[in-house]
C-alpha cells in the first residue's frame, strides 16, 4: 500500500502475556519511529531505527520493550509480560531520509489493551 | 529534556469562530511541524516551519512561527465542523536525526 500499515489495528493482551506489534513503512522510507499515545495525551517517543540501525531507543519505558528492523523495512515492537501501564496506542511512522525536516508519515496505529 | 506545550487543552467554539493554538518549546526549535489528529485517528502531519519568523497559510489556516523558534502558533479562521480534532505542535531540535518532540496538544470542539 502507499502509506504506513500496522498490525494487529487492536489487540486485548491478558497481563503478562507477550505482545508483538508490526509496522510496515512505505516502500523507500529509511527512517522509522515508534511512539507511544496514551487516551488523551501526545505521542511519546519510544525509538529510531535508520534503515535497520537502532539509533535511539531512550524513549523505551523499561526492559520489557524491544524494537526490531532487522532488514531495514518492516519493524516489530516487542512487549514483554505485559501491564495495565502499557495499555495505549502504539504509533508507527516513517519518512524518506534522514536529514531534519522531512515530512512523517504516521501508521493508524495498533490500539492495545492489557486487562 | 525537551518539552512542548500547548494552551489551551481544550477549545470548544461556535462554528464560524475563530480558534487559536499556541505551543511553546522550552528549547529552540531547529524546525517546527503541526499536526492534526481526528478522534480515533492517527496524526496527518499539516505543516513545517522552519525559519524565525515564518508565517505560512493554508486556507483557513495560518501557522507563525516565532523569532526566537521556542514557539509557534495555529489560527483557523471561521471553523467549520471539519476542523474538529486534536491539534499537535512537534518541534525538532538542531542537528541529527529528525526526532519530533510533539506538544500536549489542543482539542478542538466546534458547535454547530
Known amino acids: 500500500g502507499a502509506g504506513v500499515s500496522q498490525s494487529p489495528r487492536y489487540k486485548v493482551a491478558k497481563r503478562g502475556q507477550d505482545v508483538a506489534l508490526r509496522c510496515d513503512p512505505i516502500?523507500?522510507?529509511?527512517?522509522l519511529f515508534w511512539y507511544q499515545q496514551a487516551l488523551g495525551q501526545g505521542p511519546e517517543f519510544l525509538t529510531y531505527?535508520?534503515?535497520?540501525?537502532?539509533?535511539?531507543k531512550s524513549g523505551l519505558p523499561s526492559d520489557r520493550f524491544f524494537a526490531e528492523r532487522p532488514e531495514g523495512s518492516v519493524s516489530t515492537l516487542k512487549i514483554q509480560r505485559t501491564q495495565q501501564e502499557d495499555s495505549a496506542v502504539y504509533l508507527c511512522a516513517s519518512s524518506l531520509e534522514v536529514r531534519s525536516g522531512n515530512t512523517i508519515y504516521f501508521g493508524e496505529g495498533s490500539w492495545l489493551t492489557v486487562v | 529534556g525537551q518539552q512542548v506545550m500547548q494552551i489551551p487543552q481544550y477549545q470548544h467554539v461556535q462554528e464560524g469562530e475563530d480558534f487559536t493554538t499556541y505551543c511553546n518549546s522550552s528549547?529552540?526549535?531547529?524546525?517546527i511541524q503541526w499536526y492534526k489528529q481526528r478522534p480515533g485517528g492517527h496524526p496527518v502531519f499539516l505543516i513545517q516551519?522552519?525559519?524565525?519568523?515564518e508565517v505560512k497559510k493554508q486556507k483557513r489556516l495560518t501557522f507563525q512561527f516565532g523569532e526566537a523558534k521556542k514557539n509557534s502558533s495555529l489560527h483557523i479562521t471561521a471553523t467549520q465542523t471539519t476542523d474538529v480534532g486534536t491539534y499537535f505542535c512537534a518541534g525538532l531540535l538542531s542537528g541529527g536525526y529528525q526526532k519530533v518532540t510533539f506538544g500536549t496538544g489542543t482539542k478542538l470542539q466546534v458547535i454547530p
Open positions: 531505527f535508520q534503515n535497520e540501525a537502532q539509533l535511539d
Open positions: 516551519l522552519v525559519k524565525s519568523g
Open positions: 516502500s523507500g522510507h529509511v527512517s
Open positions: 528549547t529552540t526549535l531547529s524546525n
